[in-house]
Antibody, heavy 117, light 110 residues
Framework: EVQLLESGGGLVQPGGSLRLSCVAS????????MNWVRQVPGQGLECLSG????????YYADSVKGRFTISRDNSRNTLYLQMNSLRAEDTAMYYC??????????WGQGILVTVSS | QSALTQPRSVSGSLGQSVTISCTGTSSNVGNYNYVSWYRQYPGKAPRLLIF???RRPSGVPDRFSGSKSGNTASLTISGLQAEDETDYYC??????????FGGGTKLTVL
């Protein structure tokens, strides 16, 4: 059974940092691209960042470029999102998702990040 | 503003069919046969309904079908059921490990 389990969210002050983790199981992690997708409460989905299976290629949305860094440790079946210089508008539910080119077939349960003083 | 355009809401009667459109550009929907659709209940993670424009994962009923023409993809739900009332999102691959989503459509079952 495929499982994705996010952790590392919580309350942080503006300008602060957080690192999200997503532990994967049930599939050959290194074979698949992975994404971080976020959803501001009451709004739609936004693909923030993506990474290839071997970690060589990454993508960032303009909204987080230069502030967030995606990485993966295939030996630990873990995806990361380092979030720096956090802003109030980064407050959202963050999902990790297993990516096929044609869609995201598995999602984590989501982790809430709240940026507030 | 989302990269893909969906109607904010659609409605249909129990047992009838409804179609949700998703309009992108030649850089995403029009360039790749990699459109997907998701259903999301409040407080839950999205669930994949359609991938590769037309394919259904195992466990998704054949009431759900996808199609694409040019820069516009569509999700059709036939035989509407009360449980279908929720939010639906489209998504398209846009190259270099980037995917773009629509703004979501709220389906009301009358």
């Amino acid at each position: 059974e495929v499982q994705l389990l996010e952790s590392g969210g919580g309350l942080v002050q503006p300008g602060g940092s957080l690192r999200l983790s997503c532990v994967a199981s049930g599939f050959t992690f290194s074979t698949y691209a992975m994404n971080w997708v976020r959803q501001v409460p009451g709004q739609g989905l936004e693909c923030l960042s993506g990474i290839s299976g071997n970690g060589d290629t990454t993508y960032y949305a303009d909204s987080v470029k230069g502030r967030f860094t995606i990485s993966r440790d295939n030996s630990r079946n873990t995806l990361y999102l380092q979030m720096n210089s956090l802003r109030a508008e980064d407050t959202a539910m963050y999902y990790c998702a297993k990516a096929l080119f044609g869609g995201h077939d598995y999602w984590g349960q989501g982790i809430l990040v709240t940026v507030s003083s | 503003q989302s990269a893909l355009t969906q109607p904010r809401s659609v409605s249909g009667s129990l047992g009838q069919s409804v179609t949700i459109s998703c309009t992108g550009t030649s850089s995403n929907v029009g360039n790749y046969n990699y459109v997907s659709w998701y259903r999301q209940y409040p407080g839950k993670a999205p669930r994949l309904l359609i991938f590769d424009v037309i394919r259904r994962p195992s466990g998704v009923p054949d009431r759900f079908s996808g199609s694409k023409s040019g820069n516009t993809a569509s999700l059709t739900i036939s035989g509407l059921q009360a449980e279908d009332e929720t939010d639906y999102y489209c998504c398209s691959y846009a190259g270099r490990f980037n995917w773009v989503f629509g703004g979501g459509t709220k389906l009301t079952v009358l």
